[in-house]
Every structure is written in structure tokens, then in C-alpha cells.
């Protein structure tokens, strides 16, 4: 497929990028709701269960959840916690507060998003003290540093940027002690295809250029070039949002070479619908039962147009893990290692 036309920087193109994250905070809130998995946290950021959405929605987004979450512990795990963690365009995403819960809080939790967005949650963080406790606790001060459009803690920090902007993106990270020397987890979910390939390119040579041990998960669509990829298109762009870096998304070949070629030593990706057939088979037929699936075949259709593509860089050699999920009782390994 032809790359689409180059991002033209509109109100209303951001916007609409900018309104996908109320809709996955508003999937996320519904499906926690129906006991898909805990996130006590996400209703200081939707305060409404919302209308109900399809059983489908739902287990895609319980098999992204449990998918990225994975590769995240896993890595905090390998570095002991002696990392720091990038959510690229994180939106109104609750994982700091869950690391923290499970005393797996890396060194520092940063997250990056529009400045409009942050705005929204730094407010819901300081009026709902749920949200702000776990900061305090964790901070060595009494007081939160607050600027414009940033929250700095010692171990958490929320910044206002445009990941199209790579200069301005770095100058706040390091103002905010940033330590590219530390190993470095960054993740983005849905945020590069909304980018040129140019753009995207950028961010991650940038990423593979600034930390010598890093690992970069990506979550996003796949296997775009087909009708179901067709139809997803054009109706994201009945809403005014353009997939502007849709050209990555044709297969997962071009998922890894993403990050092949701009400086990332290994990558690999999955489709989701392995992911989901590869998670505990336990917690699956737990999740199954929570509500009727009429069309399992839209299910697959839906989680083989999405992946998870992870990719690594070792300088500090510590080592390979494998990206493993169990398999009914038995231990499978996914394609290829996670080298850390």
C-alpha cells in the first residue's frame, strides 16, 4: 500500500489523535469494570462506567493489557528495578500506580504526551488523593514540583511534549534527570501510526541513539493492506483521525524493520491473536465466562490486525530472556528472545 499523504499539522487532525485516549481510558474503565482485570485506579480518570461495549472490544483489550504488561514486568524484573520507564503518548494510563501496588516501581516512571492531555490528568492527580498519596509517599519533599504542563516527583514524572519534536522531547526529559546511562524501558500503544514514518523513524532512532540498553515495546495495528485493515481505516478517518504511519503497519516484517534499521540490535513482534491464545489458559476461560462471544471469528479478525513488536539493545550485557506465557500447564516460548 502507498505511504499516505505526509501529516498536516491541524487543531483538528491532533484532536482527533488526541481523542483516541478518551477512548481507550473509556474501554479500559468499562472492561476493568466487568472484572476483565483489577485497575482500581482508572476511575479517578473516568469517573463513569460508560455504555457497554462488545465482548470483542473487551478481549482485545484484555489481551493488550496482559500482553504489554508482560514485557514491562518481565524487563523490571531482569533489571531488578534499577531502570526507568518512557510512556510514549501515555495518556490517562493508570501503570504507574499498579507498579508501585506490586512493588515492582522502577527507579523513575516517566510519561510524554500532548500538553492538553496532561494538563487533564496532573489535575485529576492533585484533586483525587488516591492518585497523588502513592507520589507523595514516594517522594523525598513534602511538595510536588509543578510547572507548565509537567508533575516531577523522585519517582514519577509527567511531561507535556509533542513526540514530533525530538530536540524539545529530550531537553525535558533530561531537565527532569533523565539518566540515559540507566537501562530503559520505553512503550508507546497506538501513538507511532499516528505519526509519518518519517516522524516515527525519528522517535525511535532517537530512543536506540540516546539509551545503549534499552528495550522498546510497541503495541499497534497490523496487517493493514487487507479489507478488515481497509475497513478500519476509513472509519478512523470518518472521525477526522489519519493512520499518517499506517506504511508500518502492512505485516510484522515491517513492524521489526522499523527498528532495524534505525539502530535497535533485535527485534521481534507477535500478532495479537497469538498473544491471546498463548496467555493462561486459566485466566482466559475466566475471562470467557464473563460475557457471550456470538462471533469468535470477529474476535480473530479483530486481534490479528493488532501486534505487540518489542525491540532491544544490550550494552550492559545483561543477558537474554525469553518472552514466555504459559500455555495451558506447559511453558511455550514466543518467537524469539527479548535480549536486555
Known sequence: MAARQPYIDSDTSDEAVRATCDDATICKRFASSKSYWKDPYIQY????VGERKAPEINRGYYARVQGVNHLLDAFLRKTQCD???????????TTFWRLKDENLMPRKFFEVDFPTVVDRKIHNIKTKPPLSK??????????????????????????????????????????????????TLLLSECVLVYMTPSQS??????????????????????????????VMIENLQRRQCNLAG?????????????????????????????VYSMLPQDDVARIERLEFLDERELLQQLLQHYSICWATKDKLKLGKTHFRLPLHSNETMLTGNMKL
Request: proline fraction near 3%.
Open 45 to 48: 480518570f473516568v469517573r463513569s
Open 83 to 93: 531502570c526507568q520507564v518512557i510512556n510514549l503518548g501515555a495518556g490517562l494510563d
Open 246 to 274: 499506517v506504511e508500518a503497519c502492512q505485516s510484522l516484517d515491517t513492524q521489526r524493520e522499523r527498528f532495524l534499521k534505525t539502530g535497535w540490535e533485535q527485534s521481534d513482534a507477535l500478532d495479537m491473536m497469538t
Open 201 to 230: 523513524s525519528n522517535v525511535v532512532h532517537w530512543a536506540a541513539e540516546t539509551f545503549p540498553t534499552a528495550m522498546f515495546v510497541n503495541y499497534e495495528q497490523v496487517n493493514m493492506s487487507d479489507r478488515f485493515g481497509q
Open 134 to 183: 502513592p507520589l507523595i509517599e514516594t517522594h523525598s519533599t513534602d511538595s510536588l514540583l509543578l510547572d507548565a504542563h509537567s508533575l516531577d516527583s523522585d519517582r514519577y514524572c509527567i511531561i507535556g511534549a509533542d513526540l514530533r519534536d525530538i530536540s524539545n522531547l529530550d531537553d525535558k526529559l533530561k531537565k527532569f534527570q533523565l539518566n540515559p546511562e540507566l537501562p
